[in-house]
């Protein structure tokens, strides 16, 4: 079982004691999202989870834990998201040169392997032009130098709730900012692939990526990995089947972009009835809901060690 720590929320930023607990408890319990009453319980112990995927803006506070999951059998990587938008975009975030050199500190603990940097996502607007990416994605390819094994971008996805506030690229645009990365990205010896976009790329040395990517935690496990792709994402997408364990309208970290908040009033609604120690990320177990297993067995296929 692949374990997502998550699309839903920046669990390394907010939550990363829940988390402890939940991997020292050995069990999460994950409301669907669409229905609060039906809740998955989630066995975790490295016998079950063969990988963690954490997703972040932010790893700063969970710096000093990285040694305890470890220390508990744990494999796992990073998706680590960093941009240039200042507070405008991006309200709750540090400044950005603190994240570079948090990227560059996990990347030197972890490897550059284990570090996937996401550009994510691209806003072409009065205040973000195809110029001003191009040139702020060269001066992050110099700071973040062969401290990523990759690098994944995405162009804005104009979801019904971010309709008033953004427009999607055009073909003409897309082509630019590929074109652009590319150029940039070669010159840095930088893997570039795109996230879960229709468009073909492949004339910049661009190929489509998966976030959950099998070979990339066949390499960390050391042994193949049996799933499939992952039914419950965008038709586009090349993930893998997962399991996430995060909850929407939790993350504070205040993005204009964001898919996974309704708004302030949800979110902070959400996060005052967090509770480090309850098995739910938000909240705790009322009695009457219904609880199904949802922990998938191990997919590794250790006769064939790649090791």
Known sequence: MILSASRRTDIPAFYSDWLMNRLKEKYVLVPNPRNPKRLGRVRLSPE?????????????PMMDKLAAVEELGYRFYFQFTLTPYGPEVERGLPPKARLVRAFLDLSRRLGPERMVWRYDPVLVDGSFSVGWHLERFHR??????????????SFIDVYPNLRKKFCALSRDEMLAVAEGFSQTARA?????????????LSRFGIRPSACIDRKLIETIVGCPI?????????????CIESVDIGVYDTCRNGCA???????EKAVRRNVSAHDPKSPLLTGHPRGD??????????????QLSLL
């Open 188 to 200: 840095h010896h930088l893997p570039l692939f795109s996230c879960c976009e229709t468009i073909d």
């Open 226 to 238: 049996r799933a499939g792709k992952d039914p419950n994402q965008r038709p586009a997408c090349g």
């Open 257 to 263: 972009y964001c898919y996974a908040t309704s708004g």
């Open 48 to 60: 079950w989870v063969d990988c963690i995927v954490f997703w972040t803006k932010n790893p700063l």
């Open 289 to 302: 809901e219904r609880i199904t297993d949802r922990t998938s067995p191990s997919g590794k296929i250790l």
């Open 140 to 153: 992050l390819c110099g700071a973040l130098d062969g401290a990523a094994g990759r690098c994944v971008f």
